[in-house]
Nanobody, 118 residues
């Protein structure tokens, strides 16, 4: 099992930037495929970005490509989501998740709120 704690959310104006962090404990992030998801009010949770266990290959939802960057720092056992050129439609609770090898995201953080004002 791995415990995940997100931080870095907040209120920002459209066009601004935020960096989310996901601190892991109990297992090394380098041994997990990890991802960021988000859920806006009244909407289903959606995939935002992922980073693979092997090789650190990254994938992004079309809606965030070119604006968001996912990364991880193995020494700090932390995953990040750098969010630039934020838009009001990026407003959501952002969750980090880890796939421990079951091909499903079975460990989740508690979420951090991101609000982008127009």
């Amino acid at each position: 099992q791995v415990q995940l704690v997100e931080s870095g959310g907040g209120l920002v104006q459209a066009g601004g930037s935020l960096r989310l962090s996901c601190a892991a404990s109990g297992r090394a992030v380098s041994t997990c495929t990890m991802a960021w998801f988000r859920q806006a009010p009244g909407k289903e949770r959606e995939f935002v970005a992922g980073i693979s266990r092997l090789g650190g290959r990254t994938t992004y939802a079309d809606s965030v490509k070119g604006r968001f960057t996912i990364s991880r720092d193995n020494a700090k056992n932390t995953m990040y989501l750098q969010m630039n050129s934020l838009k009001p439609e990026d407003t959501a609770v952002y969750f980090c998740a880890a796939d421990l090898g079951s091909s499903t995201y079975d460990s989740w953080g508690q979420g951090t709120q991101v609000t982008v004002s127009s």
